[in-house]
């Protein structure tokens, strides 16, 4: 199995900067898509950002242009980095490595 533990959320004003990092254990059968996903209070779990194992990304239109995601394969490691954070950003973010595995979750919030 895969285990993913976030780290690097936290509280922020808006128009402030965090990087997420998502490390990731375990055993290894092959290189996946990993993605970061967000869950806000009442609201259904939505994709972030993805990234292939070839490096294509892929951003949802909230976040474009100040979203980035990256990954170091021989690290196991993807990262989310943030800037320009909105209000509309709080939420936990989680990790995803392909389609079944998923991080615990950490907490952003930005205030206004």
């Known amino acids: 199995q895969v285990q993913l533990v976030e780290s690097g959320g936290g509280l922020v004003q808006a128009g402030g900067s965090l990087r997420l990092s998502c490390a990731a254990s375990?055993?290894?059968?092959?290189?996946?898509?990993m993605a970061w996903h967000r869950q806000a209070p009442g609201k259904q779990r939505e994709l972030v950002a993805a990234?292939?194992?070839?490096?294509?990304?892929n951003y949802a239109d909230s976040v474009k242009g100040r979203f980035t995601i990256s990954r170091d394969n021989a690290k196991n490691m993807v990262y989310l980095q943030m800037n320009s954070l909105k209000p509309e950003d709080t939420a936990v973010y989680y990790c995803?490595?392909?389609?079944?595995?998923w991080g615990q979750g950490t907490q952003v919030t930005v205030s206004s």
């Open positions: 995803l490595w392909g389609r079944n595995y």
């Open positions: 375990g055993r290894f059968f092959s290189i996946n898509t």
């Open positions: 990234i292939s194992s070839g490096g294509s990304t």
